[in-house]
């Protein structure tokens, strides 16, 4: 398991370029295997999740080339054109190859069985099995099927209307997803708007997809078809450095072909509401995901409220914007964001320990995290607790503190951003 050491910056300059978007990464692969004919992809996420979801495809008898690359060719075989697998599929740490694939699975006229990691053997998946087996998929596994490893046998499903209570891109992916296997329309309505990768792309293959507000229905037995894609940087990965420059006085970053979709960009408001200033150029919207550039120049920052429906849309940076709250001065709040406890790892117990190891004032409360900020932070040892995204921002909080600050476990950061600190040391300045 490997550690690293953070030195602290004098400020971040320079132009980068974001990995490709791990959401999309995963759902190219999927929707590509699912249509007919050849799908040419440009800009795919080569990190370890998103291989997970390219080598059980494989393993279910779909040719795909590339692997290792960002270019990658999927042979889709159509709906019912996957085999069963002679394995156990395995997921790795990857939440989204799991609940997406089990949805896929459910459709299938074969069995299988789908494992993961310890943390994801850990993860809530009745989420997923529950709405399934409503549809006709026969699931088990340990806790009555909300955890893995799941054994699934699906076919002959039936469409549902679904009322899901958690806004979840996993849970909605997942039963569109299965949906695409009955006959007739499949609906889910969410509480409040998760990313929409999952539609956008369904439609783009050709898909028949409505959404109305909440609610997206997908009419059952489409023909998929084989497309040229380009995968957009991933916001999410981007915002490690869009915060590191919003941090740091002086600093001054552009992180090229970002994604912007607007269920994803929010973290572009919160930026500018702790005070950064936010230019976004080159904004290409002609594409089934819009993309563009974005420079950050960092200022004083200010506290910030965060809290409903913007959540879901800022999910996966909430660990790097409370770093960004520990630096701006005043009391900051998240709340309403108890899905980060479901995570990769329970991400609001690992940020109230390692802030607090940092020197901040946080006070953990039961759906979210309080900020005392202002107060310097100084280095130390912290963990990742086996959580790429806890590691990465771990490492921006590093680029702040007074002296050096050690982090633990960060193998992880595999998963999503391999060349996380390659990039990082392009913009660092000493
Ligand atoms: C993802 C959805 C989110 C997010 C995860 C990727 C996806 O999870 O946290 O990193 O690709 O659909 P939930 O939908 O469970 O919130």
């Known amino acids: 398991m490997g550690n690293l050491k953070i030195k602290p910056v004098k400020r971040l300059e320079g132009s980068i370029k974001a990995p490709g978007d791990k959401s999309i990464s995963h759902r190219v692969v999927m929707i590509g295997a699912l249509a007919e004919g050849r799908t040419e992809v440009e800009g795919f996420l080569n990190a370890e999740d998103c291989l997970r979801t ?17 270019r990658l060719r999927i042979f889709g075989q159509g709906l019912s054109g996957l085999s069963e697998p002679g394995d156990i599929l395995n997921a790795g740490n990857s939440g989204t190859t799991m609940r997406l694939l089990l949805g896929i699975l459910a459709g299938q006229d074969f069995s299988a069985v789908i494992t993961g990691d310890a943390s994801l053997r850990q993860r809530p998946m009745k989420r997923v099995t529950e709405p399934l087996r409503k ?7 340990p806790d009555q099927g909300n955890l893995a490893p799941l054994s ?48 956008r792309m369904l439609k783009f293959f050709g898909a028949e997809v409505a959404v109305n507000g909440l609610t997206v229905k997908v009419r059952g037995r489409p023909k998929l078809t084989g497309k ?25 970053v552009t992180v090229r072909g970002v994604g912007m979709n607007p269920t994803r960009s929010r973290v572009l408001k919160v930026l500018e ?40 849309k800022i999910i996966d940076e909430i660990p790097v914007i409370a770093i960004a709250a520990c630096v701006a001065e005043g009391e900051s709040q998240i709340r309403g964001a108890a899905e980060l406890r479901l995570k990769e790892t329970d991400r609001l117990r690992a940020l109230a320990t390692n802030l607090t190891k940092l020197g901040a004032r946080v006070k953990e409360v039961e759906e979210g995290l309080i900020i005392q900020g202002g107060r310097p932070l100084m280095g130390t040892e912290v963990d990742s607790f086996g959580d790429h995204r806890m590691a990465m921002a771990m490492v921006v909080a590093g680029l702040v503190t007074k002296g050096e600050t050690t982090i633990l476990n960060t193998d992880c950061i595999n998963t999503s951003f391999p060349e996380f600190m390659d990039t990082l040391e392009e913009i660092a300045v000493y």
Request: charged content about 20%; aromatic content about 4%; glycine content about 12%.
């Open 54 to 70: 390219v080598k059980a495809f494989q393993s279910m008898g779909i040719k795909i080339e590339g692997m290792g690359s960002e």
């Open 135 to 141: 549809m006709g998929a026969h699931i088990s596994g």
């Open 152 to 199: 699934i046998r699906g076919g002959n499903l039936s469409a549902i209307s679904y009322n899901s209570p958690v806004a979840s891109a996993q849970i909605k992916s997942a039963i569109l997803l299965a949906g695409l296997y009955a006959e007739g329309e499949t609906s889910v309505t969410e509480p409040a708007k998760s990313r929409d990768h999952t539609e």
């Open 228 to 252: 040229t894609v380009s995968i957009p940087g991933d916001i999410s990965s981007a915002s490690f450095f869009l915060m590191g420059a919003a941090i740091v006085p002086g600093s001054r």
């Open 273 to 312: 509401e702790i005070g950064a200033e936010v230019t976004i150029s080159n904004l290409r919207e002609d594409h089934f995901e819009p993309m563009a550039d974005i420079e950050i120049k960092g200022a004083k920052l200010r506290p910030i409220n965060l809290g409903g429906e913007i959540i879901p």
